[in-house]
Each structure stands twice: as C-alpha cells, then as structure tokens.
C-alpha cells in the first residue's frame, strides 16, 4: 500500500521556525505575557493555556523523552494539530472533533513519543522512512502489553492522526497509510477479537450510599452550620495580611521590639507559630526558643514580618521558652454550636488555612452532589452566579449560572439550572465566598454569553500571527460559528 496522505497535495506545508509561538492565539485565555508562552524550540510545551478551565492542570508535554532523530518531525506534527482543524479524513471515519481539547492534545502526543521510541529501537530516524510492515509490527507489539482492546484500538487511531495530518507536514515527516485504515480492513485484523465489556457503562464505581449520606450530612453541616464562623475568621486573617505593608517602614523594628517587650512587662506570653513551615525550621535547626507567630505580629503591628523577625534576634537573649505561650486566636466571636456545646473555643491565626481548606472542600461535594455539576464546573462559579427566583405560583426556585465545558469546541457555554435546591444555593455561595473578593468590591457575575469571536485561520509560525497575545479579543463563552 503506497498512499502517503489522505488529501491530495496541495496544503501549506507546516515548518515553524524554532522562536514560534506554538498555541493558537485565538485560543488562549487572557492575562499571559508572550515571555510565558512556549515557543516550538522549547523542550516542554504548557497546554494548559489554551484550556478553558481555570482549574485544569499544567497539561505540560515534555519532548526530551522523544528521540532526538524523529523529535522535530514528531513536534511538526504536533504544531500542525494545534493550528489546523481536524482534517476532513478523520471526522469523517470516527466521533471527532474540528477543534481538539488540551487534555486530549497531550494524550496524543504522548502517544506519539511512546510510538516515536518504538520506532527509534528499530533504527528508524524519520517518520516517511515507516513502512506499512512497521505499522502492522507496532499494532503487534501492542497486544501483549496487557490492556483493553479499546485502549489499544484508541491507540492506533491516534497514530492516524500523524497520516492525516501528512499533507501539512514536510516530506520527511509523512507517515504512510496505516493499514488498519484501509476501508476494507477491521481493527480486530490487527489486534485480535474484541473481548471488552460492552459500553455504557462508567467505569468508575459510584460512592456506596453508606459512604456518601454521612459525609453529605457533615457536608452541609460543615457549609451551614460552622461556615459562617470560618468565614468571619478568614476575613479578620486577610485583613491582617492585607495590613502587612510591601516596603519595611521606618522604626518598624523598634515598633516590634517595644511591642514584644511590652507584652512581657505586662507577664503576656509571645503568640508563637504552630503553621507548618516554623515547626519544620524549628524541627530542623532544633533552635532553644519556639517559632513565633512573625506574621501575625508584623499584621497587627504594620510592619514587616523581616522587621518582627530581627526584633526576636534582638531580644533573643532576654528570652526563654516559658516566654512563648499558644498560637495567637482571632477575635472573632463563634456561634455555631454541635449540640449543647459549641464547635470550639476559638480560632487561631494558624488554623484559618486549614479551616477554610475544609470548608471548600464540603461546598464542593454539596454543589457538585446536590445540583449534578462537574468538578471543573463548580470550580468555575464567580460571586453573584446565584440568584433568587419567584415564580407566578408562590414557588421559590433558586438559578446558578455557570459555565460547562464537557462536549464545548471552544471557551465552555452558559448554563443555567432552573431548580436548584436551596442548600445548593448556600453552598454555592459559600463557595464563591471562598475565594477573595475583586478588588472592586462588588460581586462579579459571570460574563454569559458573550459575542462569538470571527473565525481565525491556521497559522504555521512563518509569519505574523492573525492575532498577538497581546490582542484585545472579546471572551468567548459559547461555540463559535
């Protein structure tokens, strides 16, 4: 079999030059400088800035473990599928999409590089110098691995995608047709029956309900009943950190030292530090005298926390440990109570991090559980995503607009759930509440929709992009046409 592409020839070939910008303008979300973006040169391309999810990983594809002989054409092929649209061949064969996620991006690449040291073990340095002989070789080193069918026959389709994407790419760098995409041939030829459990199912077990009623229940309780108290305690701990000042004030230090020798004439002991980062100093240095609790000082007294720290040294000699009492608590008055008594006495300075940790964590599981959102969904509500809603009957329904990105071809869309139940909305909130406040002030809702950006065409780095990092381009929420 001698086909070499699945297009005629024709396509602008894609060979960018080593200082070119390797993702998609058009695709990027805001607030990245050009110095962070990767360029085709570089070993380790960060995927995860053309993802509309704020919360994905870094998705970084990393090209040293490709070999040095077939890494250029392999990183060709790579640009090409970050620049140019699905070719025709494979949407029409397969569910495929025009536009390809991130994190599906490094899948395939990935798979490119494992395929591409394959190659490199049998003295193969160029992708055209593959046979169809090699091809059906590999499709055979697959199957003793051990793993499904399907994700071997996923496998192979990916390897498709270096063919189709042939007509793009030098001469050096097209891969002959893969057999198995001859119409006349099966899969199975290749890498045997089928064995696989039918589809439709997932494949990861659901939580038993013996599991998630407790952990549902300590949940909301976590979100109703003890957050309001961790919410009040984080805004006095941001207070004391926004206080802290960004230049060392002048007498800053003589300000600690009278303050530290202050509250020893008055028989006070010294708030000392119980966060995790002093005890490991302390643990490692094993030093006479216990962390104190620098930050929390240097809050309370506008100062820095260097300037709290060379006091100590200061006064290091006048010092004992019996000096040093516990963590220093918040003055924030608790309410919430588990039974008769209440939840805790007080909240320290050390403890709010954690706290809220905790409190994000089960407004989490309550949205996530009670409304049928996604992680990445949850993690994508903006403060005044929640609304109150009366209907003509008397009813009370309660609307989270968000934002989903499963099945989405570009920045995610609007959605918008009419019934959320009331702990949905409160844990929505609180969720929300998380996070610090803009530095306007005011709640920001979430931008949806949105005007639809114009088609932007391929671009293969050898010229000026149609758009710079630095373009002004409107938000896109929903499918472009």
């Not at 931008?447 to 114009?454: H, K, L, Q, R, Y």
Request: aromatic content about 6%; hydrophobic content about 40%; glycine content about 6%.
């Amino acid at each position: 079999m001698s086909a070499s592409s699945p297009l005629p020839a024709g396509p602008e070939v894609v060979d960018p030059a080593p200082d070119a910008f390797v993702l998609p303008f058009h695709r990027l979300r805001t607030g990245f400088a050009p110095e962070q973006l990767p360029r085709f040169r570089d070993l380790a391309w960060r995927l995860a800035l053309i993802s509309p999810r704020e919360s994905n990983r870094s998705l970084v594809i990393d090209w040293s473990r490709c070999p040095a002989g077939l890494r250029p054409g392999v990183m060709r092929a790579a640009f090409a599928e970050l620049h140019v649209p699905t070719p025709a061949v494979l949407l029409q064969q397969r569910a495929s999409r025009s536009t390809t996620q991130p994190g599906t991006l490094r899948h395939y690449f990935q798979i490119w590089i494992g395929f591409a040291v394959w190659l490199d073990a049998r003295g193969i340095t160029e992708l055209s110098q593959v046979t169809t002989g090699d091809l059906e070789a590999y499709a055979e080193h697959l199957r003793p691995l051990g793993r499904r069918w399907r994700t071997d026959a996923k496998a192979l389709w990916v390897i498709s995608r270096l063919w189709a994407y042939a007509p793009y790419l030098p001469e050096r760098d097209r891969l002959v047709m893969p057999p198995w995409e001859d119409p006349a041939a099966v899969m199975s030829d290749f890498l045997g029956t089928n064995n696989d459990t039918p589809d439709g199912e997932n494949s990861v077990a659901i939580v038993h309900p013996a599991v998630m009623a407790p952990l549902l229940v300590w949940a909301l309780r976590t979100v109703l009943d003890l957050g309001p108290d961790i919410l009040a305690a984080a805004r006095t701990h941001r207070r004391l950190l926004a206080a802290i000042p960004d230049r060392a004030p002048r007498d800053g230090t003589e300000t600690a030292v009278a303050h530290l020798r202050g509250l020893l004439a008055a028989g006070q002991k010294l708030p000392s530090s119980g966060a995790t980062g002093a005890t490991a100093v302390r643990a490692r240095y094993s030093g006479p005298l216990p962390p104190m609790a620098n930050t929390f000082l240097a809050g309370t007294l506008r100062v820095t926390t260097s300037q709290v720290a060379r006091a100590r040294r200061i006064l290091t000699d006048e010092l004992a440990p019996t000096d040093f009492g516990p963590a220093p608590l918040l003055d924030v008055p608790l309410t919430a109570r588990i039974g008769p008594a209440p939840w805790r006495e007080a909240i320290s300075f050390d403890d709010v991090d954690v706290l809220m940790l905790h409190l994000s964590t089960a407004a989490l599981i309550c949205c996530a559980y009670l409304s049928g959102m996604r992680p990445e969904e949850v993690l994508a509500l903006r403060r005044g995503c929640c609304t109150r809603a009366e209907r003509d009957d008397g009813t009370v329904r309660f609307e989270i607009h968000g934002r989903h990105f499963k099945g989405e071809r570009t920045r995610g869309s609007c959605w918008s759930p009419s019934r959320a139940p009331s702990p949905s909305s409160r844990n929505s909130k609180t969720a929300s509440s998380c996070s610090p406040a803009p530095s306007t002030g005011t709640p920001r809702a979430p931008a949806c929709p949105a005007p639809a950006c114009p088609p932007t065409p391929p671009w293969n780095g050898s010229g000026p992009s149609p758009l710079g990092p630095t373009s002004s381009r409107p938000h896109t929420t929903g499918p472009t046409s």
